[in-house]
C-alpha cells in the first residue's frame, strides 16, 4: 500500500489548520484554493451539484470571479450541459480539464475554448467530483497555466476537496450526523499520517500490517472516501 508522501501531508495538515477556523463558504474555498496554489492553480469553481437543477447562480459554492461573471457564462455554455459536468455525472474518478478536450477531438480548437470562462482560456487543469450515496454532490475544478498534473497533486487536491466538502455540509446543517473512528481506527490513520507504512503502524500497535489494513479499509468505509489519503484528510477535517 503507498504510503502518502510527506509534501501532501505537510499540504493537507496545512489545510485542515485554515479549514479548523473557516466560519463561511468562501472560507472553505479559499482554502482549497490555498492548497491548489502548491500545485499551481490559480484558479477555482466549485459547484453544488444538488442544485444545479437550471441555471448554475444557486449552484455557485466558489469562485473567485464575480458570482454574475459566471451567471453571464452559463447563459451562453449552460454549467448544467457542459462536458466537464456530463464527465463528471459518468464517473467519481477526478479527472483532467485536458483529456476531456482530447476526448472530444478538439485538440487546438476554438470551439473548446468558447466553452470555457474567459479567465480559463489558454488553462489547463483538474475537476474533482464527490459522490455521496452513489450521487454526484458537488463538484470542484481547479485551473492554472502550468499546473502539476501529476498523480501526486491529483490525490492530494482531491483529498483536500473532500475535507472541505465535510466542512460544508456542517456548516450547512451543523447537527449532520458523523461517522465515529474506533480508537484503533483512529490510531492508525494518525500513525499513516506521520508516513508510516503499514508494518511500522503494526509493528507502534502491537499487531499485524493485515490487521491494520482492515482497520485502515473499516475507517474509509466510516468516512465515505476511496482512499487513504482522503481517510486522513477528512478525518482531520473533524467529521470524525
Known amino acids: 500500500m503507498r504510503v502518502p508522501s510527506r509534501e501532501t501531508l505537510d499540504a493537507l495538515k496545512d489545510l485542515v489548520e485554515r479549514l479548523s477556523s473557516a466560519a463561511t463558504v468562501a472560507d472553505i474555498g479559499n482554502a482549497l484554493l490555498s492548497t491548489g496554489e502548491r500545485f499551481g492553480f490559480v484558479d477555482a469553481l466549485i459547484i453544488d451539484m444538488d442544485k444545479l437543477l437550471g441555471r448554475v447562480g444557486p449552484a455557485l459554492v466558489f469562485s473567485i470571479h464575480p458570482p454574475i461573471d459566471i451567471v453571464e457564462h452559463d447563459a451562453q455554455s449552460p454549467f448544467a450541459n457542459h462536458p466537464f459536468t456530463l464527465r463528471a455525472r459518468a464517473s467519481p474518478q477526478p479527472f483532467l480539464m485536458s483529456d476531456v478536450r482530447r476526448a472530444m477531438g478538439l485538440e487546438g480548437d476554438e470551439r473548446w475554448w468558447a466553452m470555457l470562462p474567459e479567465s480559463l482560456k489558454g488553462m489547463d487543469g483538474i475537476v474533482i467530483p464527490i459522490y455521496e450515496r452513489g450521487a454526484l454532490t458537488w463538484c470542484a475544478a481547479f485551473a492554472g497555466h502550468a499546473p502539476d498534473l501529476s498523480a501526486a497533486a491529483q490525490a492530494t487536491m482531491s483529498a483536500a476537496v473532500q475535507a472541505g466538502y465535510a466542512l ?6 451543523p447537527n449532520t450526523a458523523r461517522s465515529r473512528l474506533s480508537e484503533r481506527e483512529a490510531a492508525c490513520l494518525r500513525l499513516l499520517s506521520e508516513g508510516k507504512s503499514d508494518a511500522e503502524i503494526g509493528g507502534a500497535l502491537g499487531i499485524t500490517a493485515r490487521t ?29
Open 212 to 240: 491494520v489494513r482492515y482497520h485502515l479499509n473499516n475507517a474509509k468505509q466510516k468516512l465515505g472516501v476511496a482512499t487513504r489519503i482522503q481517510a486522513v484528510a477528512k478525518s482531520w477535517s473533524g467529521r470524525t
Open 168 to 173: 460544508y455540509l456542517e456548516l450547512l446543517d
